[in-house]
């Protein structure tokens, strides 16, 4: 079996295996927005995707943040397959992990809290993970790939105690370290993006966290609880130094009544590539967006 097969087979039981978890849980799935006149402000990615049409000025989705936190008002467990589109500098080609388009399982829980939806991404995890072996296990094997085993809950490490440890990278450090995946928890105020909730208990602390998976295959998924009341979300967009104006939509849609929620993305490619045990993202889509590289079709 080649490995672009495997690697179809593999993507293919992955969004299988999501859909019917997800399902059993009580979550509809939404159809995706890839248009959109705000979208995440995504601290680390600097360039902005737009397309002009009917005299206005759209972003292409980077994440659905915000159409999440709307779709909770109108269906309590909501999951998407977002394609997104992410101008990453070219530099992170190299990485293994970016892709300038990919997508993401969104998922976002009305009035769930990050330990609820912790719970529900080690589920989901194991039981993809289960999926892959019994459907695709023999064909990894043939690649040198056997899909792990793992129980839960997994270990944690909040973002102060696994920068003391190891210093700068503690990202890559972490991951490499681990023989299986490991909660990074309690990121401080300023590293993440306005709409990760403030500790009420913890200020300059958010209720968030990611999930890194074990062999240096770095992060896996990425959320949090979300910050849903108008005061509290106009001051974290200003302490960001961003403008009020540009999040405009979201503040209408907060004035008019957001319910606290909690969520999370899993990158499919990045979990593709660590169940296939690839060395790059790119090696798991057929038509590969790479960071500064053309594309034949
Ligand atoms: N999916 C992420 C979340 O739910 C947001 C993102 O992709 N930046 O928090």
Redo the contacts with the bound molecule.
């Keep these: 079996m080649k490995r672009e097969f495997l690697a179809l087979e593999v993507t293919s039981v992955v969004l299988g295996a999501c859909r019917e978890f997800l399902a059993k849980e009580g979550f509809v799935e939404l159809l995706p927005v890839i248009l959109a006149p705000v979208t995440?402000p995504?601290r680390t990615t600097p360039e902005w995707a737009t397309i002009s049409a009917y005299g206005r000025s759209w972003y292409l989705t980077?994440?659905?943040?915000f159409h999440?936190q709307a779709a909770v008002r109108v269906h309590p467990k909501i999951f998407c397959f977002s394609p997104?589109v992410r101008l990453e500098p070219a530099e992170r080609a190299k990485t293994g992990r970016h892709l300038f388009e990919f997508v993401?399982l969104?998922?976002?829980v009305r009035g769930a809290s990050r330990e609820e939806v912790m719970d529900l991404g080690e589920r989901l995890l194991l039981h993809v993970l289960g999926e892959v072996r019994r459907e695709c296990g023999k064909d990894l094997r043939v690649w040198g790939r056997e899909v792990p085993e793992y129980s839960r809950p997994f270990p944690r490490v909040s973002w102060h105690e696994a920068r003391e440890e190891f210093g700068e990278d503690f990202e890559v450090e972490l991951s490499r370290k681990h023989k299986e995946p490991v909660w990074l928890v309690d990121f401080p105020i300023d590293q993440r993006?306005f709409?990760?909730r403030e500790d009420p208990e913890r200020p300059g602390i958010l209720r968030?966290m990611d999930l890194l998976y074990p062999e240096g295959y770095g992060e896996a998924l990425?959320?949090?609880e979300r910050e849903y009341q108008p005061e509290r979300i106009k001051a974290r967009i200003l302490r960001q130094g961003l403008s009020l104006d540009a999040f405009r939509p979201l503040l209408a849609l907060a004035e008019d009544g957001l319910h606290p929620s909690a969520?999370?993305?899993i990158g499919v490619e990045r979990l593709v590539r660590f169940l296939c045990g690839f060395s790059h993202v790119g090696e798991v889509r057929l038509f590969p967006r790479i960071p500064g590289e053309d594309a034949l079709l």
């Design positions: 995440d995504l980077r994440s659905m943040i999440k997104n993401q969104d998922l976002e993006e709409y990760d968030d990425s959320g949090g969520g999370f993305g």
